[in-house]
């Protein structure tokens, strides 16, 4: 079974700009979830989508959005880039049956690493 | 805010030696627990899951779990130099979201 992939998996982007990545989960996982990974605040949770809705939300500013499609793959935006945002952005999908001790494991992509400069 | 929270290190250990890693967290009705492993570079892969106080053993892997200590750990043994990472503890809170610790760097010598 193929891993998680994302796409671009580095870009460069200037302050100001806007960026969307790309998260295809593993064939069959219906969740996604989107962290921002940082030296100095670590890994953090930024959304995650179950069947194109959004169930949750972490504590980032609404320049962040994500999105899920019927095929379960993900996106994620960043409008007005901020050099702050300069981070590996990783996605993980989880697949497991609700109720059972597998359903909340989270597989993660091989990251984007975003520079903003 | 729940948290996590995880010493840094690094910790040190000779190759074949036992190394264990601790995680605290504060939330009392956590119920899922897990430890990432994270080479440099690359992106976090998990490891271990536990969800039952007591033991969970997979291979030179052991996760220890006390909820009444509020208490996550991991035992590497027969550790080997290839399990030089970081390691991260993450605590599931609703719908997929894990809060991870800041992680510890294992250093394991030859």
């Known amino acids: 079974k193929a891993g998680v992939t994302q796409t671009p998996r580095y870009l460069i982007k200037t302050r100001g700009q806007q960026v969307t990545l790309s998260c295809s989960p593993i064939s069959g996982h219906r969740s996604v979830s989107w962290y921002q990974q940082t030296p100095g605040q670590g890994l953090q949770f930024l959304f995650e989508?179950?069947?194109?809705?959004?169930?949750n939300k972490g504590n980032f500013p609404g320049r962040f959005s994500g999105r899920q499609f019927s095929n379960s793959r993900s996106e994620m935006n960043v409008s007005t880039l901020e050099l702050g945002d300069s981070a590996l952005y990783l996605c993980a999908s989880s697949g497991g049956t609700p109720g059972t001790s597998r359903y909340n494991e989270q597989f993660f992509g091989p990251g984007t690493r975003l520079t903003v400069l | 805010q729940k948290e996590v929270e995880q010493n840094s290190g690094p910790l040190s250990v000779p190759e074949g030696a036992i190394a264990s890693l601790n995680c605290t967290y504060s939330d009392r009705g956590s119920q899922s627990f897990f430890w990432y492993r994270q080479y440099s570079g690359k992106s976090p892969e998990l490891i271990m899951f536990?969800?039952?106080?007591g033991d969970k053993e997979d291979g030179r892997f052991t996760a220890q779990l006390n909820k009444a200590s509020q208490y996550v750990s991991l035992l590497i043994r027969d550790s080997q130099p290839s399990d030089s990472a970081t390691y991260l503890c993450a605590v599931n809170y609703a719908f997929q979201k894990l809060v991870f610790g800041t992680g510890t760097r294992l250093l394991v010598s030859p």
């Open positions: 536990i969800y039952s106080n």
């Open positions: 989508y179950f069947s194109e809705t959004q169930r």
